[in-house]
């Protein structure tokens, strides 16, 4: 008898945990971080809130998940272009035509997620917000740190500052988001981007590589 009733206790959850995950990325994406209630978080998740708690933890732990999750799924693209191309200016250069495209991708939230969920967070969310600014710095140093690595190996000229372009940049990015937000097309977020490119000095010495 008590074997079977120990049996009952710990039934499995009547839902997939990536799926909710994925929705509650979507409503975080869509709406923000103070903006999405816990009631918007069970409608799309699809399970209640007791269901929510014990899955996932309180608001602010999911979010915190459905951070990195979109960080693994759609938000990592800078990072992986500064990395992966020769140059500092052909990595912001990638950077910046995959922004183009991914904020304004068709069945998907406008924008980043990273860069518009800190929109509008009260005081009392103030850690939210920080953690977010941390993410969006981390970036602009990632990309300071590429263009010194240039400056050094003689890519870029001696004297390019190389702080206030990889803030430049990030101001970018920033605002390429707001404006697919407020429904910028895709061909107009590429002539931002090709704009902000003339910005960058020219290689010493020869043409950009």
């Not at 799309?44 to 998940?65: C, N, T, V």
């Not at 922004?99 to 998907?108: D, N, Q, V």
Request: proline content about 4%; charged content about 30%; aromatic content about 6%.
């Amino acid at each position: 008898m008590a074997t079977k009733e120990t049996k009952q206790r710990g039934r499995p959850r009547s839902f997939d945990r990536e799926t909710a995950l994925e929705q509650a990325v979507r409503s975080f994406w869509e709406r923000g971080y103070e903006a999405t209630s816990i009631s918007d978080l069970t409608r799309a998740m699809g399970i209640s809130a007791p269901s929510l708690y014990a899955a996932f933890g309180d608001k602010r732990a999911l979010f915190d998940e459905v951070v990195a999750e979109y960080g693994r799924l759609y938000g990592g693209f800078l990072s992986r272009a500064v990395a992966e191309e020769p140059t500092a200016r052909r990595g912001v250069e990638r950077a910046l035509r995959e922004a183009a495209a991914e904020y304004t991708l068709p069945g998907r939230p406008r924008g980043c997620l990273v860069i518009s969920a800190a929109l509008n967070i009260s005081p009392a969310s103030a850690e939210v917000a920080d953690s977010l600014r941390e993410m969006r710095l981390s970036n602009v140093r990632e990309i300071a740190g590429a263009i010194r690595a240039d400056i050094a190996a003689g890519e870029l000229p001696p004297d390019t500052d190389a702080g206030a372009l990889a803030a430049y940049t990030g101001a970018v990015i920033q605002g390429m988001s707001q404006q697919a937000r407020d429904g910028a097309e895709r061909t107009e977020l590429e002539a931002i981007a090709e704009l902000a490119l003339k910005a960058w000095p020219r290689k010493t010495g020869g043409e950009d590589r």
